[in-house]
């Protein structure tokens, strides 16, 4: 019924671990099961099962931090900073932080 409505589903073996990266964080899903579901010529990447974890974004300088921070809130990098200070480094604490004392 599926190849009728012209979709296809691919089993991906072997997968170990898949990571998605934001900004501010990623999402670890460790041993998931990984199909790739083609309709219409799109794929899309299905991920399920498996154990997951987040983890803060930790490549960044606390310079970058702060820039990223005043970016999203659309604040001073001052302000920012201290935020991130505020909040002991989690970015996006900092953000909401900012944004509650926003008008």
């Known amino acids: 019924m599926m190849a009728r409505m012209g979709m ?3 089993q991906v073996e072997d997968v170990t671990r898949v990571v998605i990266e934001s900004p501010l964080k990623k999402i670890i899903i460790d ?3 990984v199909a790739i579901v083609t309709v219409q010529g799109q794929k899309v990447y299905q991920v399920g099962g498996g154990r997951s974890r ?3 974004a930790g490549s960044m300088t606390p310079q ?3 820039k990223l921070v005043a970016t999203q809130a659309r604040v001073s990098v001052e302000e920012a900073a201290g935020a991130l200070k505020q909040s002991n480094g989690d970015l996006a604490q900092a953000i909401i ?3 509650q004392k926003k008008p």
């Open 97 to 99: 932080l900012l944004k």
């Open 64 to 66: 970058e931090d702060a």
């Open 54 to 56: 987040e983890e803060a």
């Open 8 to 10: 296809q589903v691919e």
């Open 31 to 33: 041993e998931p099961e």
